[in-house]
């Protein structure tokens, strides 16, 4: 399996693995490779997190095509790579290309079970798309009780996510302030203080929405400091296009 070159010694490095791993890929994507692996999860995750976001495409693209040549186009672990294959093109600002992916996967995840938080994890991102592209009305019907589905399920991260997606539809749909803020507040309780701390791209997310009350209430100078605040923010020394 592919996933015997990376990392089994304690003294390998993520970078040499990811070296050796990326090229043993590229060796067999002509579609000669037809034995199972299965995609070193870290791989992409560290390539995602560092901005290498183009070569993790290509990594999940590829592994796509040899879940496909194996007939197990609609395993949970097929389906999960659509998924990250959605986050990447988010974040490249290939914003309708993502949506298109998750549109098309979508009812396969919900079904595929026993993964429900996939399920909820993809609807999030596509009302995050919806709103990203001016479609806020679509977005607020994917992401009413979405958070609170996650909640039960135990996933916190997508909860918050799925909360903010649900604020700012309904802020760009033209809810007044006194109506959004309280939801933002209740993001940050729900996340925990330690979690908090640790998700600048969820904070940097919240403050551009009150960036934007302070420009419509004409308050220029908070808006103007908020944005500098959010562009002195370590999460901006992150290539990642959504930032």
Known sequence: EMRESFGQSTGVRITDSKRDTCGRIRENRAGHLLVSFKLPKILVSDQIASGELVQALELLRLSGRVHELNGRGSTVARLQDCQSESVALYRLGEIRESLAQLERYTGQ??????????????????????????????????A???????????????????????????????????????????????????????????????????VDWDIADGRLAEAAQRIAALLAHRSMKNADHVR
Do not use: C, K, Y
């Open 109 to 142: 995840i919900v079904r595929a079970g026993p993964r429900p938080e996939l399920g909820i994890g993809m609807l999030m991102d596509r009302a995050g798309s919806l709103n990203r592209l001016a479609r806020p009305a679509e977005a607020l019907l994917l």
């Open 144 to 210: 009413t009780g979405l958070g609170e589905r996650a909640l039960r399920d135990g996933q916190t991260r997508i909860a918050s996510l799925a909360f903010f997606e649900f604020a700012r539809a309904r802020h760009l749909l033209g809810a007044p302030r006194a109506e959004v803020e309280p939801l933002l507040v209740r993001i940050r309780e729900i996340t925990g203080e330690p979690l908090w701390q640790a998700n600048p791209g969820l904070q940097v997310l919240i403050e551009s929405v009150r």
